[in-house]
């Protein structure tokens, strides 16, 4: 069976993830989380309070990232470490955002994205996999979300976690996210031309992947 490259990219917070692994698990494909790579760069750099591009750029080939599946899904190690917990934080998260604008990062791990999807069946999201990292990828899906719509679910998710977020900063900050992924120097966020767009505002869950499912299986 004809085994294809799938590339999902799109802004903060509208679910990317969710839909790459569900698709992957339908498809029997590797999923590839390359925000957990960016993540666990930048967990690094903070561990070796390396904050200037010139304290990580010459030691890059010292930051091994790699996956490790698990009963409860798939968890991100850096140098053999599990650090699955650890790369989640707002923290760690703030410092990917800082650390992908490097371009020797992004060429780092833009190589090992593009040798793991050398045999293809693989799903991978993340900003730039359908414009940088697998430019001919058979199927390119550009996921949206309204901003309130994002901000809505990220304070949801805050609050299940115990949090008492503000929805007005909540939106402040997915605003700012945004902002920042689109117009960084290095691959900003930007829809491939052949990519196909799935605004899932108004869409559940099950309706979404609905979608999804019969593009991918006109694709494959
Ligand atoms: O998707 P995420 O929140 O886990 O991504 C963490 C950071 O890494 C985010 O600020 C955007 C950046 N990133 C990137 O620049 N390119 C990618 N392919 C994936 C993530």
Redesign the pocket.
Known sequence: MKRIIVAI?GY??CG??TVAKALARHAGYTYV???????AV?LWAIEHQATEPEQIIPRLEEIHVSFLQTEDGQHTCLNGRDVEKE??QLEV??A??????IKEV?QY??AQ?QAMGKEKGIV??????GT??FPKAELKLFLTASPEVRAQRRYDELKEKGQTPNYEDVLRDVNE?DY??TH?D??P?RQAEDAIVVDNSHLTREEQMEVIYDLFDRHK
């Open positions: 990219d903060s917070s990317k993830s989380d390359t925000g957990a790579m960016y993540r930048a790369i989640r998260g703030n990917a955002s800082q650390i992908s604008q992004r791990l833009v994205q991978m999201d993340g900003r730039d996999i940088v990292v996210r920042r992924d960084r290095e691959s966020l």
